[in-house]
């Protein structure tokens, strides 16, 4: 199933035939406290210099979020997507925290972004897919019911199901419809990977759909947390994850690689191209 996103000047395929597509996760303010105090005083060329920085990483989409204590994002959001429209040409996930913000963020955008996101619970369902409708977006469906994370795959399949049919019934297509399992840490719970694999595998052979997942919350707590990451994400993909939200600089050798062993790198050609520029940036000294 393929779901199309796309910029002014650049179109994005996320397909489960296709290279693992990366969704730049950086441009957000939590815990990153210059990004923040660059959003409240009305600074966007921090948020500017990441998009710049993740897209020459490797993200083919990048993550917009402006909540932050202090920061007004109604005003403040769309005038950071077009910021970042400027400098870069990969399409937009708009990431939301308040739905009047991501209004005024879809009337300035140019092309077709992703929604991040729509939950199960019935309030985010009937808030959300109306706009997803209305200006033809994909939109990220997060498995929480209106009793939070279901600590099992089989609830969290359930709520899966339940978005993807609440975006039928709206006339969404389901291949706009970018389901994300979520991941709890480790740290406090040795089976919530599995418990995540299941759920992914699980919405692949029944819904068909795309997936994504923050996949570093898998690490939260624990030391060498790249190690986990790396581990955590090559299994995701195989199990049925499509477009993992990352941060690309840290995590595309790992892609690529899983890319190649799954047959989804013709020649390593992809593969090969990522090592030789790792290599002139090490020669380079950056």
């Known amino acids: 199933m393929d779901t199309t996103v796309s910029s002014e000047k650049q179109v994005v395929v996320i397909s489960d035939k296709g290279p693992t597509v990366l969704l730049g996760e950086r441009i957000n303010p939590s815990g990153k406290k210059k ?85 199960g619970e019935e309030k985010s369902l009937n808030e959300i897919l109306p706009l997803v409708k209305e200006y ?52 406090s719970d040795s089976n919530a990977a599995l ?23 898998i690490s939260f707590g624990l030391p060498d947390r790249l190690i986990i990451n790396h581990a955590f994400l090559a299994i995701a993909v195989t199990a049925g994850v499509t477009c993992p939200t990352v941060d690309a600089a840290k995590v595309r050798a790992a892609i690529l690689s899983a890319d190649l062993i799954l047959g989804r790198d013709r020649f390593a050609q992809r593969y090969i191209k990522g090592f030789r520029e790792r290599e002139k940036k090490t020669q380079s000294g950056s």
């Open 195 to 217: 418990v995540t694999l299941e759920a992914i595998r699980r919405v692949k052979e029944e819904l068909g759909v795309n997936q994504t997942l923050g996949a570093s919350n």
């Open 35 to 119: 990004l923040a105090e660059a959003l409240k005083s009305g600074d966007f060329s921090y948020a500017v210099r990441e998009a710049v920085a993740q897209v020459e990483a490797g993200a083919d989409i990048l993550d917009v979020n402006v909540a932050a204590p202090g920061v007004d994002e109604v005003a403040v959001l769309p005038e950071v997507v077009r910021a970042v429209m400027e400098a870069v040409q990969v399409p937009l996930c708009i990431d939301i925290n308040k739905l009047e913000a991501l209004k005024a963020a879809l009337k300035v955008y140019k092309g077709k972004p992703i929604i991040n996101s729509v939950t």
């Open 136 to 187: 033809h977006t994909a939109v990220i469906g997060l498995t929480i019911g209106d009793e939070g994370i279901p600590k099992d795959s089989a609830k969290r399949v359930a709520v899966a199901h339940k978005i993807v049919q609440r975006a039928e019934s709206y006339g969404i297509p389901r291949e706009d419809v970018i389901i994300d399992c979520l991941c709890l840490t480790l740290g």
